[in-house]
């Protein structure tokens, strides 16, 4: 038996073990042996084990011992392997390769989402992540949206027509409840909001909001903005209020408000959600010109997946301080 540690979380370690049935004492030559084959690419236990190990990381112990978590998680890890290895192969045969050049400058531009260097290292050591082994994944992600790019190549712009119909088709997407346009000043004692009252009897609204809000809103003049029916359960009431300046109570302390436009429920016309439809329906295509793709690739590649070895990988948890 031979333990691969994550790095600990919520006060927990997961611990994957490779139990080998009968031959304790061979754990080197079964941990290098393959998962998975995809063609030339190849997922060792060792490689699989960690990659268990860094998932389980957000579970704690229980959700992390748990069967289906585990089953899924492990599925996940060999599905992910397997578009990898096919994505690799298909971006060789297109001659899709990322320049060392374009690979530094995408690191550079990461690195300086960091204080420092150290900053930067000690990320990837929480993620339980080699400096070469974070590389060469970032340079398959430049891989992969290459590869996207290309496959979606061949995807067509929508019609008019196409637009129309799938308008008609989700039109209870695009309706909108019932609007009021607000603003407000938020006080915490009830004694200051009776003060502003009688204050904005010869004070700007957005003035006083400005000074005396404790909101956020306070330093846009207490505009909130426009409000749905139904969003905000103590905004409800002044849906059927007057003009006038309105005081409610809430937990985050006294509101003066006024409702300053009203718009009545409606249906968004097509010209306004048309950029929208657009993007569904590229978006299905894409996803259809991906499954198509996805397919063609899996019928001309061969696939071994060695589910006893897989099944032999355990979990198990011990606290920090076991």
């Not at 992910?80 to 050049?101: C, G, H, M, P, Y």
């Not at 690195?111 to 070469?132: G, K, M, T």
Request: with cysteine; net charge positive; proline share 4%.
């Amino acid at each position: 038996m031979k333990f691969l540690k994550s790095p600990a979380q919520t006060g927990l370690f997961i611990l994957l073990s490779l139990f080998l049935v009968g031959c304790p004492s061979n754990y080197q030559k079964v941990s290098t042996k393959p998962v998975e084959k995809v063609n030339d690419h190849v997922l060792t236990a060792k490689q699989f084990a960690n990659q268990l190990a860094r998932r389980l990381r957000s579970f704690d112990a229980l959700a992390a011992k748990d069967p289906n978590n585990i089953v899924r998680i492990k599925e996940e890890i060999l599905r992910d392997f397997l578009v990898k290895s096919l994505t690799l192969d298909w971006a060789r045969s297109q001659n899709i390769i990322i320049a060392e050049a374009a690979l530094d400058k995408e690191i550079d531009s990461l690195r300086a989402h960091y204080p420092d260097d150290l900053s930067f290292r000690r990320s990837l050591a929480q993620e339980n992540l080699a400096f070469s082994e974070w590389r060469e994944e970032l340079r398959y992600s430049l891989v992969e949206k290459e590869v996207f790019k290309k496959i979606n190549e061949k995807v067509r712009a929508s019609t008019e027509e196409e637009v129309k119909r799938y308008y008609e088709d989700h039109k209870d997407r695009y309706k909108r409840k019932e609007r009021i346009y607000l603003r407000q000043i938020v006080v915490d004692e009830e004694a200051k909001a009776d003060a502003i009252k009688t204050d904005l009897k010869t004070v700007d609204f957005a003035t006083l909001a400005k000074k005396f809000s404790i909101t956020p809103e306070a330093k846009a003049g207490g505009v909130i903005g426009w409000i749905e029916k139904g969003s905000v359960d103590y905004f409800d009431p002044l849906f059927t209020a007057g003009p006038a300046l309105q005081t409610i109570k809430s937990p985050f302390g006294v509101h003066l408000i006024r409702v300053e436009k009203k718009a009545p429920a409606t249906t968004l016309p097509l010209e306004e959600v048309k950029p929208q439809i657009l993007r569904a329906l590229k978006a299905q295509r894409e996803q259809a010109e991906y499954v198509a793709w996805l397919d063609a690739q899996l019928r001309s590649s061969k696939v071994l997946k060695d589910y006893e070895l897989i099944n032999s990988i355990k979990v198990d948890t011990k606290g920090a301080n076991d």
